[in-house]
């Protein structure tokens, strides 16, 4: 992963990184995130869930302790985040993880009932080619989550998010927080490009959203019926 424009698969220092400064603050903002668009009421014993481009496998986890008679199935491209994704999800026999590519997934049509993807779109070399893969492999009315990070967040929204990191004290913080809105929320996505992205793959029912208290996006569609 180039750390500068956010393509390529992670390695091992870029993993290191990311799982120890970034991926505790996520952890809490997905667990945050998950209370409001995933609540417990909308999943169903024995549904499949997937998600696309779980990297060390921290939601995927979260999901099935909330729900463990759900399957959960978490696919990277990273080989170093899945053997991590495999660590984190031990012990929970709910969750499989496995290497793969976002634009080639390799399950049969309609085999999911509800895709997620956090944090893992701006990465894709061909956003719609993704969201094409996604809508293949849902079942008719299956819902998409994505969430991504907002292109232009406001610099008080942005700094305190940093400030979530582990190991960022003054004046770290404010370095972290120029570098995190140059080189990351540059390549994320405004609430109207997944808006688009998402009917062009096929989606209906899009209801996308901008997050006021994360410099985030996010996203809900549905694989029509017929």
Known sequence: MNLF????????????IYNRLV?????????QLLDRYLPAEGIKDGEKILDVGCGAGHVVALIA????????TGVDISEEMI??????????????????DALALPFEAASFDCVLSLASIK??????????????????????????VHRNPSPDVALAFVRRWHLTPWPWTHIVTAYFQRFV??????????????????????????????PAVVVSAVKRVG
């Open 123 to 148: 990465h894709w070399p061909d956003r719609v080619q993704g969201l094409k893969e996604i809508f293949r492999v849902l079942k008719p009315g299956g819902v998409l989550y994505i969430m991504e």
């Open 23 to 31: 991926a505790p603050a996520l952890s809490r903002i997905y667990d």
């Open 83 to 100: 053997a991590r994704a495999r660590d984190w999800s031990r012990g929970l026999p709910n969750v499989s993880v496995r290497t793969a």
């Open 185 to 214: 929320a540059s390549h994320g996505l405004t609430a109207d490009e997944l808006d688009a992205f998402c009917a062009r793959a096929g989606f209906t029912q899009i209801k996308p959203e901008t997050v006021a208290e994360f």
């Open 5 to 16: 424009d956010m393509k390529g698969s992670w390695g091992v220092a870029e993993t290191k």
């Open 65 to 72: 302790r909330r729900f463990p008679r759900v399957e959960l």
